[in-house]
């Protein structure tokens, strides 16, 4: 499996987590493998009434805590869903949410260098043996 279709994996998984668990999904969302990190990032994850709460700073305060205490309560099952995915274990998970856009952030630590061990990977229908061999030739 490539990085691109890893990366667009995690998107799908987090898109329906955040459908399935936070009642709505992302205007928009962009996942990217980083050495030993994911970065996950979403635009528009407020609901109407969150972003008319997020108008004053008592109101934002609000609405970040109880993003926080849900992605808290997710926090095995999305670790468990990226591990998964990335055949590697979830070591941690840090997010934030601003509450003017309404964009989000997470970043799942990971315990190896997973871009590392993808760009190692044979693609298919490549093998590094005929690579070797078109170096010779040439």
């Known amino acids: 499996r490539t990085k691109g279709q890893t990366e667009a994996e995690i998107r799908n998984t987090i898109i329906k987590f955040e ?5 709505r999904g992302p205007s928009d969302e ?10 996950v990032r979403l635009r528009d994850v407020l609901t ?3 972003h008319q709460l997020a108008k004053n ?4 305060g609000i609405v970040k805590r109880m993003r926080e205490n849900l992605i ?3 926090r095995h099952t999305l670790g ?3 591990g998964k995915i ?4 979830v070591v941690g998970l840090f997010t934030d949410i601003e509450t003017t856009s309404g964009d989000r ?16 990977s044979p693609r298919p229908g490549h093998s590094p043996l005929a690579s070797d061999r078109r170096h010779r030739a040439g």
Do not use: C, H, W, Y
């Open 19 to 23: 459908m399935d668990f936070m009642g």
């Open 30 to 39: 962009r996942a990217f493998i980083l050495k030993d990190m994911v970065v």
């Open 48 to 50: 109407p009434a969150e």
């Open 57 to 60: 700073p008592e109101g934002a």
């Open 72 to 74: 808290a309560q997710a």
């Open 80 to 82: 468990q869903s990226i």
């Open 86 to 89: 990335t055949g590697t274990e």
């Open 105 to 120: 952030v997470l970043v799942f630590t990971l315990g190896s260098d997973l871009e590392a061990a993808l760009n190692n």
